[in-house]
């Protein structure tokens, strides 16, 4: 076990770093404009909607965007209506990750980097959060070339094989995982990188690797589940209106995940880009759907959760 624990924890650690420095160059760049953006350009449900898919493109975090929100729900600046736009453009706006990981440049993994770093040494603002982020990009595909080390002594353990067996028979157990691990690792990007890898080793079926994916949606929203505890009724509202919209999108599209790898095949033949066209039709789709009713959605979460009486 020890060849596929350190180095699953090293590429896994690499990765996380990446998008956390990648995160972090990104968001310098744009902070200081990021509240007012948000405060600014939601007032109806598409112009949140377009925000939060062009801010959580340029962020590469959904998880950042949404608990930025739920911040300023909590703080009064935004009401709860607003927000439902905004989280469904975040779903969105994450796929751009996948897509950009989907492509095969792992070759430039450390020119990215030394660039980056070389980026991060001049001693201007905007070139500093600039290497940062080309950094970050760097490290996260160094950690899934890392990763991609464990998947030969992987393949011969019993239990990996019991999950595909497992898996392949029923998309749940599939999305269980999903569910699992993005919860654990608080990333649903890295959940889909690791099943990327698998995917482009010929490790695990299509629709398996699409079911975990499809889970990793839910266990991403145990960050702005996280974010909203001790909040008020608007923050509250807003993380479960995250969690109520991707499990009702995972519960929809689970009788139809063999459709979605038919249409993902007839797009690409590579197999990890199949898995990225997976997670983008299912989350524009879902998005697309929801937005004409994100007035009668934030209804009827304010009528699951209704408004906190205060004390007398």
């Not at 909590?74 to 994450?94: C, D, V």
């Not at 690791?194 to 490790?203: A, E, K, N, Q, R």
């Not at 007839?266 to 997670?279: D, G």
Request: glycine fraction near 8%; proline fraction near 4%; hydrophobic fraction near 55%.
């Amino acid at each position: 076990m020890k060849e596929i624990i350190i180095p699953f924890a090293v590429g896994i650690s690499i990765f996380l770093f990446g998008m956390q420095i990648m995160k972090l160059g990104l968001n310098n760049l744009a902070a200081h404009k990021l509240k007012e953006i948000l405060t600014r350009f939601t007032k109806t449900p598409s112009h949140g909607f377009l925000t939060g898919t062009v801010l959580t493109m340029l962020l590469q975090s959904s998880s950042a965007v949404t608990v930025i929100t739920i911040g300023l729900t909590n703080a009064r600046l935004l009401t709860f209506p607003q927000t439902i736009g905004i989280i469904l453009g975040t779903n969105i706006g994450t796929t751009v990750t996948t897509q950009i990981i989907a492509l095969d440049i792992y070759q430039y993994a450390v020119p990215l980097f030394l660039f980056g770093a070389f980026l991060w040494l001049i001693p201007y603002h905007i070139l500093r959060c600039t290497g940062l982020a080309i950094a970050g990009f760097g490290c996260i595909f160094l950690g899934m070339d890392a990763m991609q080390t464990i998947v030969h002594p992987f393949r011969e353990t019993g239990i990996f094989r019991e999950l595909v067996v497992w898996g392949s028979e029923n998309s749940v157990v599939g999305v269980l995982i999903g569910t699992a691990i993005s919860a654990v690792i608080q990333s649903s990007s890295a959940t889909t990188a690791i099943t990327m890898s698998f995917m482009g080793d010929h490790l695990i079926p299509l629709t398996m690797a699409i079911a975990i994916v499809l889970g990793s949606n839910i266990g991403t929203c145990m960050t702005a589940l996280i974010a909203a505890i001790g909040g008020n009724t608007a923050s509250v509202r807003v993380a479960w209106s995250h969690i109520i919209l991707n499990v009702a999108g995972v519960v929809a599209f689970i009788p139809l995940i063999s459709l979605l790898a038919l249409i993902s095949t007839s797009l690409t033949a590579h197999p990890p880009a199949q898995v990225a066209h997976a997670q983008t039709i299912f989350n524009v789709v879902c998005s697309l759907v929801v937005l004409p009713f994100a007035h009668l959605f934030a209804r009827l979460v304010e009528y699951l959760i209704p408004e906190k009486k205060p004390y007398t």
